[in-house]
DNA sequence: GCTGCGATTGACTTTTACGTAAATGCCGTG
DNA sequence: CACGGCATTTACGTAAAAGTCAATCGCAGC
């Protein structure tokens, strides 16, 4: 089952950052874990985010880009105005997220080429010796 | 027919960077145009390079990981050696890109389900409004 | 009660990736 | 030829995202 919650140094380890980092993030707003006394309690929906946190940062987002993202994924509001204000965001964050895509795909694209070449070299060199 | 040159000021027009951005590139060591007296000359190269350069910052790649980048594609090296190192550090790369990959997707999903939230959300409201 | 370990806070420092300002060079036009 | 406009260099500044360090706290085991 499920773990009910973690200590930061697990965390630490799992993701591979430091317990500054952590802390850094919960200052910053993106996290909240729990507390007995002052020893931080990391929930599953506390890993989760920063396991979103993590994957944000690797994708290049800014703690604030982070910070919006994240929002997105809360509860949506009551209001008609606002869920559509917050529905034109969230397709901005994916054409955003589609960009992306498109640069990754050829930054690939240009790796395979220069692999290729290297091959290729490697067999020329192959033959003369 | 592709242009000869280009000036800096074209460059961060095209790309919407500033010339500080593209001489911080140069003291970088990413491109190198030629110069008319001390005016910078951009040849398509170098534009291709600037182009590559904003790719990878899209992607969240440092200075570092974009000059890495660009390296592997330059002429493949001579040895043996040199070209199967270099080969190993493309596929690094590449998983390295297939991870973000990865991440891209997943933030995706979620922000399509968040978008979905939003619309169910609407369109209960709409019925009783 | 002391020791050691892990956690905490707070303050200060560092790195990256530029921004900004000041002073100056070059050059085409009226 | 002087002017506007773009370009250059040098120098210093800054925001984001942590890293590092020091002092302290709480608790388990001896």
Redesign the pocket.
């Given at each position: 089952m499920a773990r009910e919650y973690y200590?930061?140094?697990e965390l630490t380890r799992e993701f591979d950052?430091?317990?500054?980092?952590l802390?850094?993030y919960e200052d910053?707003g993106l996290i909240q874990p729990l507390r007995r006394?002052?020893?931080?309690l990391f929930r599953p929906s506390d890993r989760h985010l920063v396991k979103q946190i993590m994957r944000g940062?690797r994708l290049g987002f800014?703690?604030?880009e982070i910070r919006e993202i994240i929002k997105m994924y809360d509860e949506p509001p009551g209001e008609a105005g606002q869920l559509r204000l917050l529905i034109k965001r969230i397709e901005e964050k994916r054409s955003d997220l589609r960009q992306k895509r498109r640069d990754l795909e050829e930054t690939l694209a240009e790796l395979d080429q220069a692999e290729e070449s290297c091959v290729e070299r490697l067999a020329e060199l192959g033959v003369n010796t």
């Open positions: 200590t930061i140094t950052i430091s317990t500054r980092t802390r850094f910053e006394g002052r020893t931080r940062k800014s703690i604030n």
